[in-house]
């Protein structure tokens, strides 16, 4: 419960005058990227039980999140895979709309600050919302979970605390907002993204290095602006596959105290 408290805490209260800005035109004082500030939530909990009496202490903690003692294959799947997906994507968007994806504006989003390149956008995907959530995810609630459920049932728990974690950013982010009834498949691609997750993950002997790639190149390929219809939908259903097929494999995989 501290985790999530510190994790829901930290990120609600950094996104509370933006949607108070958005919904109520309250003009509160935010600072610049302070959507982007609201992602290291999970971080800050997951650091705040390992600081305390009886965790494991921060710097094992980090030594086993950013460990390269994973067979080194791990960082082509987590890379190849999403590659992968943005390829179907590609040639999904070129069937639907008759034209493929402007390659000089691909993985570009307003979200950060204008002039952005896609290098400089996916680093800041990887050094927010790549740590500062997959520390907290993956990182510390989902080896704890596994410690007395299958790792399917863990990432689908995850998966839950994960939605309701987005919540307040349907109030005032524009990516969420125009979701819709969207928001139905958006759960449903994020539900089976955390068991891909689970399983990147747990195969990396919990380092975190391959989940944060994996989920970079996601974000990059699926939040860019002229991404949000076919390509972010083609992904999200080639996710949804792609864990399906995973589902009885990490069934078999009981509680590991």
Same mark, same amino acid.
């Given at each position: 419960?501290?985790?999530?408290? =510190?994790?829901?805490?930290? *990120? ?17 004082? =935010? ?19 390992? /600081? ?11 030594? @086993? ?20 997906? &943005? ?9 639907? *709309? &008759?034209?493929? %994806? ?6 570009? @989003?307003?979200? %950060? ?7 400089? @956008? ?5 050094? *927010? ?11 510390? /609630? ?8 299958? $790792? ?25 907002? &125009?979701?819709?009834? &969207? ?11 955390? =068991?891909? /997750? ?9 380092? #975190?290095?391959?989940? #944060?790639?994996?989920? =970079?190149?996601?974000? *990059? /390929? @699926? ?22 097929? $995973? ?11």
């Amino acid at each position: 419960m501290l985790f999530l408290s =510190v994790a829901f805490g930290f *990120t609600w209260i950094c996104w509370l005058p933006l949607l108070a800005n958005r919904q109520l035109a309250a003009n509160l004082p =935010v600072l610049p990227g302070q959507f982007y500030l609201g992602s290291f939530g999970p971080l800050v909990g997951a650091a705040v039980v390992e /600081l305390s009496p009886g965790g494991k202490g921060f710097s094992a903690w980090m030594k @086993t999140l950013f460990s390269f003692s994973f067979p080194r294959r791990w960082l082509l799947i987590s890379s190849g895979l999403p590659l992968a997906y &943005g390829c179907i994507a590609i040639l999904a968007h070129r069937l639907v *709309t &008759g034209s493929f %994806p402007d390659m000089h504006r691909f993985g570009l @989003t307003s979200d %950060p600050p204008a002039g952005f390149n896609i290098w400089e @956008t996916s680093l800041v995907w990887m050094l *927010t919302f790549g740590i500062g959530e997959e520390s907290g995810w993956r990182g510390f /609630l989902l080896p704890e979970l596994y410690r007395s459920r299958s $790792l399917f049932a863990s990432a689908l728990i995850v998966a839950a605390i994960w939605m309701l974690w987005h919540l307040p950013a349907f109030w005032f982010n524009d990516n969420y907002l &125009g979701m819709g009834f &969207g928001v139905i498949g958006w759960g449903i691609s994020l539900a089976y993204g955390s =068991v891909v /997750l689970a399983w990147i993950c747990a195969e990396s002997r919990w380092s #975190i290095i391959p989940v #944060i790639i994996w989920h =970079v190149i996601f974000d *990059t /390929l @699926t939040a860019s602006d002229q991404a949000r219809q076919v390509m972010a939908m083609a992904c999200s259903m080639l996710v949804i596959l792609h864990g399906i097929v $995973l589902m009885r494999k990490l069934g078999r995989r009981s509680a590991h105290p």
